[in-house]
C-alpha cells in the first residue's frame, strides 16, 4: 500500500475516535463500506471524473466593511480544528448536494469539493443538457489520474426549484442513489436581476415593483431552498435513535448552508432598493434560523453566508459599483465559505454570517 495512502487512513482514524470521544453516546453510527458505482436511471445522469484539481486562491481580502445592528451569534472560532468535518469530508461515502451547480459559486463548489472531500459530489442545476462549464469541467478531469478519485463522484441531477414535480424527482434520486444519505446540502442557486435590462428586478423603486418579479425572487431565493432542505433533511439524520453494528464509526454533523446576502438584513439596510432581492433574503435568513432550531435535535446545522460580491453573472451588472479589491474572484469565495462550513459547532447554527466567518446582524 503506498505511504500517502497508509498516512491518509492514519490521520483519519485519529480525527475518528477524537470526534467520537466529544460526542454523546446517543449518535447514529454508520460503517465505511466500499461504494459500489450505481446504475443510471432515466431521471439521473452520472458523469465521469478521476481527479483532484482544486488550488487556493492567492487573491488578498480587505477587512469585512463594519454593519449596522448587532449580531446574536458569535464569530466563526477556526482556531478549534476540524476534526468533524475532516471525518465528513474524508468519508468515502458521504454526500455533498449543490442546489445550483452549472456555474458561478455553485460551480466553484463542484470544483473545490472535488479537492476537499472524498465522497459523492450531487450538482444540481435546472438543465444540465445546457450546463457547458459543467460538463467542460468534468470532461477536462478525464485525462487526469489518482487513486483516491472515483469515476462516478460527480452525479448531475436535473432541478428545477420553481417546478415542483421537477423537485420531487431530483429528491427521490438522489435518495435512491446514495444510499438514503445526504452529508452538507448547499442551496446556492439565486436570481437578482440584471439592472432593468431584461428583467424588473433589482427594483430601485416601489414604482419598479412587479408581480410576477417578486413571486419568481421569492420562489427561486427562499422557497426553492427550503422545500430542497424539507425533502432532503430527513436524510441527514446524524443524531439520536439506535447504534448500529459495534464496529461503526459515528456520523458526523451534517450542514445544511445557504446562500444568503448581506443585504438581506433588516438592521443593515440603510440603503433602500433592491425590494424583492432584500425580502428574499430576509425570508430565507428567517427560514434558516427557524429550521436551525427544528433540526439541532437531529444534528444538522443550518447557517445562512454571505459571500461577499464575486465574480459572477449574478454580480457582473453592478461590478462597476464595487469598490477596488472588492470583487472576490469565485475560488477564494468558495474556499473561504467552505473554510467557515468546515468550522462551524452548534452555536453558529442559524446564524448569519460572512465569508470571513464575522456573524452578521439580521
Request: net charge positive; proline share 6%; glycine share 8%.
Amino acid at each position: 500500500m503506498p505511504l500517502h495512502s497508509t498516512l491518509g487512513r492514519s490521520c483519519m482514524a485519529f480525527a475518528i475516535r477524537t470526534y467520537v470521544a466529544r460526542q454523546k453516546p446517543d449518535l447514529i453510527t454508520f460503517s465505511f463500506p466500499e461504494k459500489s458505482s450505481p446504475s443510471p436511471t432515466p431521471n439521473f445522469r452520472f458523469l465521469r471524473t478521476s481527479s483532484l484539481s482544486s488550488s487556493s486562491s492567492s487573491f488578498q481580502a480587505p477587512q469585512p466593511p463594519a454593519s449596522n445592528g448587532t449580531p446574536i451569534f458569535p464569530d466563526i472560532d477556526f482556531s478549534k480544528g476540524q476534526s468533524t468535518s475532516y471525518v465528513r469530508n474524508q468519508d468515502l461515502n458521504a454526500v455533498f448536494v449543490i442546489n445550483g451547480a452549472s456555474r458561478g459559486i455553485g460551480l466553484e463548489f463542484v470544483r473545490t469539493l472535488i479537492d476537499r472531500t472524498r465522497g459523492t459530489i450531487v450538482a444540481c442545476c435546472r438543465s444540465p443538457s445546457n450546463a457547458k462549464e459543467l460538463k467542460e469541467f468534468i470532461s477536462s478531469l478525464d485525462s487526469h489520474s489518482d487513486e483516491s478519485a472515483n469515476p462516478n463522484r460527480i452525479q448531475v441531477v436535473q432541478l428545477d426549484v420553481e417546478d415542483q414535480d421537477s423537485m420531487d424527482r431530483a429528491i427521490s434520486d438522489i435518495v435512491d442513489q446514495n444510499d438514503g444519505r445526504v452529508d452538507l446540502l448547499l442551496n446556492v442557486a439565486g436570481i437578482l436581476g440584471d439592472a432593468g435590462k431584461t428583467t424588473p428586478g433589482p427594483e430601485r423603486s416601489v414604482q419598479k415593483l412587479d408581480r410576477a418579479w417578486m413571486e419568481k425572487s421569492m420562489v427561486v431565493n427562499t422557497i426553492g431552498p427550503l422545500l430542497l432542505s424539507k425533502g432532503l433533511s430527513p436524510f441527514m439524520k446524524c443524531k439520536g435513535g439506535r447504534k448500529k453494528k459495534t464496529n461503526d464509526v459515528v456520523r458526523p454533523t451534517t450542514v445544511i448552508a445557504n446562500i444568503s446576502a448581506r443585504v438581506g438584513s433588516i438592521s443593515d439596510n440603510g440603503l433602500g432598493g433592491w425590494y424583492s432581492y432584500r425580502i428574499s433574503k430576509a425570508a430565507l435568513n428567517q427560514g434558516t434560523r427557524t429550521l436551525a432550531h427544528e433540526l439541532r435535535r437531529n444534528g444538522t446545522l443550518v447557517v445562512a453566508l454571505h459571500p461577499g460580491t464575486t465574480d459572477t453573472d449574478l454580480s457582473s451588472p453592478f461590478q462597476g459599483n464595487v469598490m477596488e479589491g472588492r470583487l472576490f474572484p469565485v475560488d477564494f469565495t468558495v474556499g473561504r465559505l467552505l473554510d467557515v462550513i468546515d468550522s462551524l459547532e452548534g452555536a453558529n447554527s442559524g446564524g448569519l454570517y460572512d465569508w470571513s466567518g464575522k456573524a452578521l446582524p439580521f
